[in-house]
């Protein structure tokens, strides 16, 4: 399968041979065993991932503590010995502070929480300029019209599906007419480059809904990593759903 799509992780985008865009299935971290966390990140990209999902949350702007750069520099040559992405997204309240340390740990994208920038231009710009790919991130309840002025600049536009802070939680069914809505959004501002990734509640019952809706980038954790089978055979049943084998 893997023969049949080139990579272009420099964008973070890989197209078939005839040029479409190819879904990608991103990998949250959050659900995986942090006590065997290089091995499982491993199986995943053996099974063909190429964008791993590093959520990092402060205890403020979300109600969870989660990991910090060191486990990106510690993936980082995991992640290159496959030509994979390691996106990070950070829920944390001042998201400027934290930009340079991430991406001198190895960060190949990174996106912040509309939420949580009052100066949402100049952080974006502060990503692109140290090399980059940037996104934005929005939560369940924040419209669209937040992103409207920003849209322009960005490479992806995170979707949360779930309330951030927590994995496993329950796919909201209204993300589905608001990726619609962005999909709209984009093509009618000719920004289809644009991806769109949505992140929360991503399983074998929703992702082929999100993706029918729009999305570009699909990010599951615990539908990948869990004790009922295994990464790989997960990562197939995921690829079923939306008509990839």
């Not at 009052?118 to 790919?133: K, N, S, Y």
């Not at 570009?216 to 690829?239: C, K, M, P, W, Y």
């Amino acid at each position: 399968m893997r023969q049949n799509f080139v990579a272009d992780s420099s964008k973070g985008r890989w197209m078939s041979r005839s040029g479409k865009e190819k879904i990608q299935i991103a990998a949250s971290i959050l659900s995986a065993n942090f006590s065997r966390l290089g091995d499982q990140v491993k199986q995943a990209l053996d099974a063909g991932i190429k964008w791993i999902h590093v959520d990092v949350m402060d205890g403020h702007f979300v109600p969870n503590l989660s990991m910090g750069s060191e486990v990106v520099r510690s993936l980082r040559p995991i992640a290159d010995k496959f030509d994979a992405l390691l996106h990070v997204h950070l829920m944390v309240m001042e998201p400027e502070r934290y930009l340079v340390d991430f991406v001198h740990a190895g960060a190949s994208s990174v996106s912040v929480h509309v939420e949580t920038c009052p100066h949402l231009h100049r952080t974006i710009q502060e990503i692109r300029a140290l090399g980059v790919r940037s996104g934005v991130a929005l939560n369940p309840a924040t419209p669209l019209a937040a992103l409207e002025e920003i849209l322009i600049e960005v490479d992806f536009v995170l979707v949360m599906s779930v309330e951030p802070g927590f994995g496993g939680q329950e796919f909201i069914p209204s993300s589905l007419d608001k990726i619609v809505r962005l999909r709209r959004m984009l093509t009618e501002r000719s920004l289809d480059r644009v991806q769109i990734a949505v992140d929360g509640g991503i399983h074998i019952q929703t992702i082929g809904p999100v993706a029918r809706a729009g999305a570009t980038v699909l990010v599951a954790g615990s539908a990948i990593f869990n004790d009922h089978a295994s990464v790989a055979d997960n990562l197939q049943e995921l690829r079923a759903a939306i008509g990839e084998t």
